[in-house]
């Protein structure tokens, strides 16, 4: 039986939005959906796997490499995985650590073989493989992982991105391999396999995308995953490049745009077909007081606020909303109380993943491009 439940593709020329389930072994995710951002298996700015459950979130996202270095992933196989580690009873997607070579390392360290890099916890040298990779994620024995690859800088020469993204296929057929091997070795202590999606590279250049989607599409994946994007080109350019591959990505499998992005960004995208996002800005955001409300952005943080009774956004649901005014956020970031992020960050999760909620409806009701015309003339400038 297929992981993925494509329910309704709109594909008009107006839009290629696309309405699907995913299933996993701790729940099923409805797309298009926002996975909530936990590098170190935790939301940055105090929210408990409680309040993930509370903000909507479907899906939580954690890092290999970050948690390779601290704690190690023998010690979170120990307490049974992410799963159990972070007490998160749903989904979880982990990252293959391939955005920390494009950030860490230099192309001199890149070789056929896998990445050696320092570190940034304490300068220590790492080598990463596609094979180390998967054993990493394996053990942090998250629903999906991601196989690994090079995120190459934009812009790159022509010549470089042509050699990376050939070798980032071989390397998905590595990690491929690496997989099964140890999907057995899963099945024999009672543990589910894990499901893997590929990642398309290519940088900007659309003939090289294409010849990367092309061959990775011919290696029957759990989900295809479009990286290397919001990555230093202009937000015209990377809708391009959507374009230009989505024609070439399996209609039958889940589609990933990494690292992704403003409400802006994930609606022209869900317009392009695509069914994952990810990214840190809403928390990050909050974290410094600019938060998504249903009327636009606010700075919570300005004057005006001083007084202000009301709360953030009317039309939000979430705890902060109904518990507390602009005043009170506005005081609580000026006294550098930590209650401050907490509060803020429970917010815009919220915002993002109610966001996506009624894009999914939308799509359901066929209103969809009314629902994103609507949308950005409140958001045109995020």
Not at 73 to 81: L, R, S
Not at 185 to 190: E, K, L
Request: hydrophobic share 35%; proline share 4%.
């Amino acid at each position: 039986m297929p992981n993925f439940k494509l329910i309704k593709s709109v594909g008009d020329k107006s839009t290629s939005a696309r309405l699907g389930e995913f299933v996993t072994p701790h729940g099923t995710i409805k797309t298009p959906v926002f996975m909530n951002v936990g590098t170190n298996a935790a939301i940055k700015g105090g929210l408990s796997s409680r309040d993930l459950q509370t903000v909507g979130c479907q899906v939580q996202l954690s890092n290999t490499y970050h948690l390779h270095v601290q704690p190690n992933e023998d010690t979170i196989a120990h307490f049974g995985g992410l799963h159990g580690f972070m007490n998160w009873n749903a989904p979880i997607l982990t990252d293959s650590g391939g955005f920390q070579v494009f950030s860490l390392a230099k192309p001199k360290d890149i070789t056929e073989d896998g990445v050696a890099f320092k570190n940034h916890h304490d300068g220590g040298k790492i080598f990463l493989s596609p094979e180390k990779s998967i054993q990493i994620q394996s053990k942090l024995g998250a629903d999906i992982i991601m196989a690994f690859d090079e995120c190459v800088e934009n812009p790159s020469t022509y010549e470089y991105v042509d050699a990376s993204h050939q070798r980032t296929i071989r390397w998905l057929q590595r990690c491929i391999d690496e997989k099964a091997t140890l999907d057995k070795s899963r099945q024999v202590r009672g543990l589910h396999p894990q499901m893997m999606f590929g990642i398309n590279q290519g940088g900007v250049y659309k003939d090289l995308r294409v010849k990367n989607m092309q061959a990775i599409a011919e290696l029957n994946l759990d989900g295809y995953a479009i990286g290397g994007l919001a990555v230093g080109e202009s937000a015209d350019v990377m809708y391009d490049v959507i374009e230009s591959i989505a024609s070439y990505m399996p209609h039958d499998k889940p589609r990933y745009l990494m690292g992704v992005g403003t409400p802006q960004n994930i609606l022209e995208a869900v317009s392009r077909g695509v069914d994952f996002f990810d990214c840190v800005m809403p928390s990050r955001n909050a974290r410094h007081a600019h938060l998504f409300t249903s009327q636009g952005k606010v700075n919570i943080k300005n004057a005006k606020y001083e007084r202000d009774d009301t709360p953030l956004d009317p039309q939000c649901t979430c705890e902060t909303c109904q518990n507390y005014s602009k005043g009170y956020l506005r005081h609580l970031f000026k006294s550098k109380e930590i209650l401050a992020l907490r509060l803020c960050v429970i917010h815009n999760l919220t915002f993002y993943n109610k966001l996506m909620e009624d894009i999914r409806n939308s799509i359901a009701n066929d209103n969809f491009n009314q629902f994103k015309k609507d949308f950005l003339q409140r958001f045109d400038d995020i």
